[in-house]
């Protein structure tokens, strides 16, 4: 059986997860989404208030943590975290800058390097990530880099708190994206960027449905799926 390997980077609020998870669900690929494994470490040291700016503290803290990736029936990726289900848990927005702080440390990036690569391995799969075509991924038959601007990302992200009934103002919003995206792509190990056989994918102009057929059509033509 042939496996395809979709590596899909860039940053925070480019869509990237529910873009690839429609592809994913189209073509009949696995979904990964790795922020998810970063949130649920976050969401640790979170519980046990810990610093996740100390590198020494998580590294400690590493061997009492069991991260566990499954998939419900509707297919949807469930996180659980030392026997607790934290999927709704990780996705509160004050874990996303815990999450974008843990990720910093090399231990934490090394503890789940395993663990993602093992996914790739047994089936075909679109990750999603900030590191999947650098460094979790390089062999990657298709590689995309998916963003849009600081301010269209804004945008999205102050709808979807909206409507998810967690208000937050723009300013704050567009404020929280730009600490990530320094955070992200400054840091010493695996920073975020884009790997030089990636192709860019800029949804600044795009709707949902052009983003996606986009997306799609990307994959296919390089995949030959
Ligand atoms: O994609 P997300 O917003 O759920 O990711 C949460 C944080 O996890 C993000 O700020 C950076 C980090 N992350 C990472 O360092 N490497 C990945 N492959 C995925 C996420």
Not at 31 to 60: F, H, N, Q
Not at 199 to 212: A, G, N, W
Request: proline letters at 4%.
């Amino acid at each position: 059986m042939n496996i395809t390997r979709v590596a899909i980077d860039g940053p925070s609020g480019a869509g990237k997860s529910t873009l690839a998870r429609n592809a994913a669900r189209t073509l009949g690929y696995l979904y990964v989404d790795t922020g998810a494994i970063y949130r649920t470490i976050g969401c640790y040291a979170w519980s046990r208030r810990l610093d996740p700016k100390d590198g020494a503290v998580m590294e400690a803290a590493l061997p009492d943590i069991h991260v566990d990736l499954s998939y419900g029936e509707d297919g949807l990726q469930r996180m659980g975290l030392n026997g607790e289900d934290v999927t709704e848990k990780i996705r509160l927005p004050e874990i996303s800058l815990l999450a974008s702080a843990v990720s910093a440390h090399p231990c934490v990036r090394s503890f789940l390097l395993g663990m993602q690569r093992d996914l790739a391995r047994k089936n075909s799969v679109i990750m999603d990530g900030r590191d999947i075509g650098t460094v979790v991924l390089p062999d990657a038959e298709v590689k995309i880099f998916l963003t849009a601007s600081p301010e269209a990302r804004a945008k999205r992200r102050f709808l979807e708190l909206e409507q998810r009934g967690t208000p937050a103002p723009y300013e704050q919003v567009l404020r929280e994206i730009q600490e990530r995206d320094w955070n992200d792509t400054h840091r010493a190990i695996a920073p975020l960027r884009q790997a030089e056989d990636a192709i860019l994918l800029d949804t600044t102009d795009l709707d949902f449905e052009e983003s996606r057929k986009a997306l799609i059509h990307l994959i296919e033509e390089r995949a030959g799926a």
